[in-house]
C-alpha cells in the first residue's frame, strides 16, 4: 500500500470556523490531489499540486485553498467552513505510472 | 470535457457467480486511460484494474477482467466467481494521457452486493 495518511480522520466543525486537512505521503511522489466524494457525484477534483508550492484549480475549487511547501505534505483550507462543505476528503498522490493511490479519506461535518 | 457514465446504481450477485458492471465515457481524446477503483465499507479506495487506451487487449487481474469498446466508448468490469470479499462501491474512473498532471474523472458509482 502507499504511505499515504490524512489527518484528522474524522472532524465536525461549526459553520464559518478555518479548517486545515493534511496529508502526508511516505512515497516522494511528484503529484498530490485533493478530491471530494459526495453521493451521487463519485469523486471530484478540488484541487492538486505537481511540485513543491506548484498548485492548480481543480473543479469545484470555489470556498478551498492549499499550500504545498514540502513534497511529502499537502494542506487543504477551508477559510470558513459552509454546510456545503460537509463532505468525505481524499487526497492521492501519483508519479509517472499514471495510476493514482488514495489516503484514507476525512470525514468532515460542518454543522 | 470528459464524462463517465455508470448507469447501474445497485447490482447483485450471488456468490461464486459472475457479475459485470458497466461503464461509458465520453472524450474527443485518441489517447487516454481508465480505470476500476472498489471502495469497501472501510472507504479505501482501492485500484482494481487499468486499460490503456492504445492497447487493444483487455486488461485482466486474477478474477477481475474488462471489456474495452473503445469505439462504442464502454469500458465494464466483470468479476467471476465472486465472494463476499467483492461487495463495494465500484468506481469507473477515466484520466487524459498527459504526462504526470492529469486528474481522474470519476463515475457516480454502482454499488455492489454479494448475495451468500
Known amino acids: 500500500d502507499a504511505g499515504i495518511t490524512q489527518s484528522p480522520r474524522h472532524k465536525v466543525t461549526e459553520t464559518g470556523t478555518p479548517v486545515t486537512l493534511r496529508c502526508h505521503q511516505t512515497?516522494?511522489?511528484?503529484?498530490m490531489y485533493w478530491y471530494r466524494q459526495d453521493p451521487g457525484h463519485g469523486l471530484r477534483l478540488i484541487h492538486y499540486s505537481y511540485g513543491v508550492k506548484d498548485t492548480d484549480k481543480g473543479e469545484v475549487s470555489d470556498g478551498y485553498s492549499v499550500s504545498r511547501s514540502k513534497t511529502e505534505d499537502f494542506l487543504l483550507t477551508l477559510e470558513s467552513a459552509t454546510s456545503s462543505q460537509t463532505s468525505v476528503y481524499f487526497c492521492?498522490?501519483?508519479?509517472?505510472?499514471?495510476?493514482?493511490?488514495f489516503g484514507p479519506g476525512t470525514r468532515l461535518t460542518v454543522t | 470535457a470528459q464524462t463517465v457514465t455508470q448507469s447501474q446504481p445497485e447490482m447483485s450477485v450471488q456468490e461464486a457467480e459472475t457479475v459485470t458492471l458497466s461503464c461509458t465515457y465520453d472524450t474527443s481524446e485518441s489517447d487516454y486511460y481508465l480505470f476500476w477503483y472498489k471502495q469497501p465499507p472501510s472507504r479505501q479506495m482501492i485500484l482494481v484494474i487499468r486499460?490503456?487506451?492504445?492497447?487493444?487487449q483487455n486488461a485482466t487481474e486474477n478474477r477481475f477482467s474488462v471489456n474495452f469498446q473503445k469505439a462504442a466508448k464502454s469500458f465494464s468490469l466483470k468479476i467471476s466467481d465472486s465472494q463476499l470479499g467483492d461487495a463495494a462501491m465500484y468506481f469507473c474512473?477515466?484520466?487524459?494521457?498527459?504526462?504526470?498532471?492529469?486528474?481522474?474523472?470519476f463515475g457516480t458509482g454502482t454499488r455492489l452486493t454479494i448475495i451468500p
Open positions: 486499460q490503456e487506451a492504445y492497447k487493444q
Open positions: 474512473a477515466y484520466r487524459r494521457d498527459n504526462f504526470g498532471n492529469e486528474k481522474l474523472t
Open positions: 492521492a498522490i501519483s508519479e509517472y505510472t499514471y495510476e493514482q493511490y
Open positions: 512515497e516522494n511522489h511528484r503529484y
